[in-house]
């Protein structure tokens, strides 16, 4: 079975610092993990996605994601936030290849001028 | 590409009457399409699955009677609210998976807000 745990419900920062969103994963097989972003009254954007190629993965509006097996961790960076990255992210996980996807329990990120 | 359309975008209907949601996959065949329902400031719960041209698997604790499914067609899914109550208010988002490149990528549609009054 799978399961996704972000750990943290709400993140603020000063626009211009690092953003750091994390989550962990729990799965039986080798995972596909996404991160999504949701503005307010939105659907989903796709910011980037992890399949069992490289580790590091880089997604739009300068955001990336490092996988690592050893600590079941996906964490989401982004070296400078920006006003626009306000919203609410969810981090994902699928199982086998096209299964159902699992969703964390989103982290709001606030950002402050 | 891989675009997944909703409509419409918010309703707002009587309770006990019946409220009809479109999701339609505009540049790709989707082979099978998920339907979510959202609460506020909430994550996104999975209500059930659906292929095309056969009947929809729904997560347990969702009444298929309620939350009618019909997936008739490769770009066309729609779930229908009967006798809705206020309760089942809500955001419902749908997703359509495909073929497109050869990717098993879910595309998300902009979402729906329902209000039962």
């Known amino acids: 079975a799978q399961s996704v745990t972000q750990l943290d419900s709400h993140v603020s920062v000063s626009e211009g610092t690092p953003v750091l969103l994390r989550c962990n994963y729990s799965?039986?097989?080798?995972?596909?993990l996404f991160w999504y972003v949701q503005h307010p009254n939105k659907g989903l954007q796709l910011l980037l996605k992890?399949?069992?190629?490289?580790?590091l993965v880089k997604g739009i509006n300068g955001f990336e994601a490092e996988f690592k097996k050893s600590e079941t961790s996906f964490h989401l960076t982004k070296p400078s936030a920006h006003m626009s990255d306000a919203a609410e992210y969810f981090c994902?996980?699928?199982?086998?290849?096209?299964?159902?996807?699992?969703f964390g329990q989103g982290t709001e990120l606030s950002v402050k001028p | 590409g891989a675009v997944v359309s909703q409509h419409p975008s918010w309703v707002i209907c009587k309770s006990g009457t019946s409220v009809k949601i479109e999701c339609r996959s505009l540049?790709?065949?989707?082979?099978?399409m998920f339907w979510y329902r959202q609460f506020p400031k909430q994550s996104l719960m999975l209500m059930a699955t659906?292929?095309?041209?056969?009947?929809?698997?729904?997560e347990q604790g969702v009444e298929k009677d309620k939350f009618l499914i019909n997936h008739a067609s490769l770009t066309l899914s729609t779930l229908t609210v009967t006798s809705a109550h206020p309760e089942d208010s809500s955001f419902y988002i749908c997703?359509?998976?495909?073929?497109?490149?050869?990717?098993?990528?879910?595309?998300f549609g902009p979402g729906t807000r329902l209000t039962v009054t």
């Open positions: 997703s359509a998976r495909g073929l497109a490149g050869s990717s098993y990528e879910q595309y």
């Open positions: 799965s039986s097989y080798s995972p596909s």
């Open positions: 992890y399949t069992s190629a490289a580790t």
């Open positions: 994902v996980v699928s199982g086998a290849r096209g299964g159902k996807l699992i």
């Open positions: 540049d790709f065949q989707a082979t099978t």
């Open positions: 659906s292929n095309e041209g056969s009947k929809a698997t729904y």
